[in-house]
């Protein structure tokens, strides 16, 4: 079944440049993962070089691809998607709250104050917002094209399960709900957290059109563990190239390449919103 609507990217958006981690904030940060056997105790995941991706199983045997493999990203193929039921489509409890914009030496991210204070329900299951964060460029790829970056609400249930709402981002207008987030990121941003002045209400950064893909998945940074539930929008939101710049100056490429389906199957999901 054909999804509609499919990812609109301009040449002018995709120019924008190549714009980390999913583990939920209220555990210990991907980049301090425990190593897997076999790495160097000192040694750190990255993007490029001896550590990036390819290496990535050193840091966790879950990031190596085998066929039983469902890691995250992916590339969605609108034209496999099955339809989904009323019962799997997010239904948000979003309001605008107080978060916190932090380094976390692979991506910045926005952690809210109180993590109890956002969050979203599928299936009967409550996931309480931990974080969200940026991605450049798009760690999914929809119907083959790539977004300058992705945007990933993280959010976990009580009984430690995750869920993960992406979101393209594309070049237009400039985010009101995320003007302070971009005009805060410096290369010198606390990997302690800093306060942000006006509160965020995480509804603002959901596409109107609702509708996305859901498969599971699992986190796209070391240690890639699996059983991670993700919702993909298929329509982007838009934020200035100001806005896209003030990212990429920090991390110009922070992005997982896309991994095999294998067996898995993409679901659309009809709008929550």
């Given at each position: 079944?054909?999804?509609?609507?499919?990812?609109?990217?301009?040449?002018?958006?995709?120019?924008?440049?190549?714009?980390?981690?999913?583990?939920?904030?209220?555990?210990?940060?991907?980049?301090?993962?425990?190593?897997?056997?076999?790495?160097?105790?000192?040694?750190?995941?990255?993007?490029?070089?001896?550590?990036?991706?390819?290496?990535?199983?050193?840091?966790?045997?879950?990031?190596?691809?085998?066929?039983?493999?469902?890691?995250?990203?992916?590339?969605?193929?609108?034209?496999?998607?099955?339809?989904?039921?009323?019962?799997?489509?997010?239904?948000?409890?979003?309001?605008?709250?107080?978060?916190?914009?932090?380094?976390?030496?692979?991506?910045?991210?926005?952690?809210?104050?109180?993590?109890?204070?956002?969050?979203?329900?599928?299936?009967?299951?409550?996931?309480?917002?931990?974080?969200?964060?940026?991605?450049?460029?798009?760690?999914?790829?929809?119907?083959?094209?790539?977004?300058?970056?992705?945007?990933?609400?993280?959010?976990?249930?009580?009984?430690?399960?995750?869920?993960?709402?992406?979101?393209?981002?594309?070049?237009?207008?400039?985010?009101?709900?995320?003007?302070?987030?971009?005009?805060?990121?410096?290369?010198?941003?606390?990997?302690?957290?800093?306060?942000?002045?006006?509160?965020?209400?995480?509804?603002?950064l959901i596409p109107a059109d609702g509708v996305s893909v859901q498969y599971d998945g699992s986190l796209t940074t070391p240690p890639c563990t699996e059983d991670v539930r993700w919702n993909v929008y298929l329509?982007?939101?838009?934020?200035?190239?100001?806005?896209?710049?003030?990212?990429?100056?920090?991390?110009?490429?922070?992005?997982?390449?896309?991994?095999?389906?294998?067996?898995?199957?993409?679901?659309?999901?009809?709008?929550?919103?």
């Amino acid at each position: 079944m054909k999804i509609r609507p499919a990812l609109a990217l301009s040449t002018a958006a995709l120019a924008i440049g190549a714009l980390a981690g999913c583990a939920p904030a209220a555990t210990t940060p991907a980049a301090s993962a425990s190593p897997s056997p076999g790495a160097s105790a000192d040694a750190e995941w990255s993007y490029r070089g001896s550590n990036g991706p390819e290496h990535w199983g050193k840091f966790g045997a879950a990031c190596e691809n085998v066929d039983s493999s469902h890691e995250s990203p992916i590339a969605i193929d609108t034209s496999t998607v099955q339809m989904g039921t009323a019962a799997q489509k997010v239904v948000t409890h979003y309001a605008p709250a107080a978060f916190d914009i932090e380094n976390n030496g692979h991506t910045i991210e926005a952690i809210p104050e109180d993590p109890t204070s956002n969050s979203i329900e599928v299936n009967g299951k409550t996931y309480e917002l931990q974080q969200f964060h940026l991605h450049a460029s798009s760690e999914h790829t929809i119907d083959g094209r790539t977004a300058p970056a992705e945007l990933h609400l993280v959010h976990k249930a009580e009984d430690g399960s995750v869920l993960v709402l992406g979101v393209m981002l594309q070049a237009g207008a400039a985010s009101t709900a995320l003007d302070e987030f971009f005009s805060s990121i410096t290369p010198t941003v606390s990997e302690k957290g800093t306060p942000l002045s006006h509160k965020i209400d995480p509804a603002a950064l959901i596409p109107a059109d609702g509708v996305s893909v859901q498969y599971d998945g699992s986190l796209t940074t070391p240690p890639c563990t699996e059983d991670v539930r993700w919702n993909v929008y298929l329509t982007p939101v838009t934020v200035s190239a100001e806005e896209l710049a003030a990212f990429t100056a920090v991390y110009p490429d922070n992005h997982r390449p896309v991994q095999p389906l294998h067996d898995r199957t993409l679901t659309e999901i009809p709008s929550g919103v």
